[in-house]
């Protein structure tokens, strides 16, 4: 089973970034980041895309995918 | 995605219609005492007389606190902007699907069991609650046919 895990709180908190920041920057709600961040919501890939833009990094280094057990 | 000036104008339309639907209570009961309409014994109207005021102080209430935010939509950006953002964040829209998809499944089970049930209980309600369910399965069985082509 696949699991995707992502690194959005530790390349906002790189950037000094709040997560009302990076809400506004990406259009989306605070509570949407917060639940991106703590892997309850996984964003779509528009959103992801829209994240990645805002760290200047690449998508694939902030959604990781990785194999469960 | 709305943006400020689409929403602005569609705030604008809806503000002139809730001003017009303050005197919707009014019309209809100008209608109904020219087509001389009376209200049947038998209905919940007559056993709860109060139920027609209550209706249009709720219905008046609703319409009042709209006109309030559509002006707060008019004259304060930051809200209207905030009022997009929630309107198109994508979680907000996942939690409604998921939802009322979850609704409309415990809807039919509930449903289906009411016709059960009436059926060896009542015929005179077992007709009304079976229609209600065929007209939800056509309804559903439509829906499912037209998202599948289209997406």
Partial sequence: MLLLKNEVIKYRKSVKMTQEDLAKAVGVTRQTIISIEQGKYIASLPLAIKIAKVFDIPVEDIFIIEDGD | ?151
């Fill in chain 2, 1 to 151: 995605m709305e943006n400020l000036s689409k929403l602005r104008h569609n705030t604008k339309i809806k503000m002139i219609l809730m001003i017009l639907s303050t005197s919707l209570p009014l019309v209809i009961t100008l209608v109904m005492s020219i087509c001389n309409f009376e209200i049947s014994d038998n209905s919940l109207f007559a056993a709860l007389p109060f139920l027609p005021s209550l209706m249009c102080v709720v219905f008046e209430g609703y319409i009042i606190l709209k006109i309030i935010q559509y002006i707060r939509i008019l004259k304060n950006d930051d809200y209207a902007q905030s009022l997009i953002i929630r309107r198109n964040d994508e979680r907000i829209k996942y939690i409604t699907l998921k939802s009322n998809a979850f609704v409309d499944k415990l809807f039919a089970f509930i449903l289906g069991l009411a016709v059960l049930f009436t059926a060896f209980v009542d015929a005179s309600v077992f007709w009304p609650c079976f229609s209600i369910f065929i007209v939800f399965v056509i309804i559903h069985f439509i829906a499912y046919i037209y998202y599948s082509r289209k997406y």
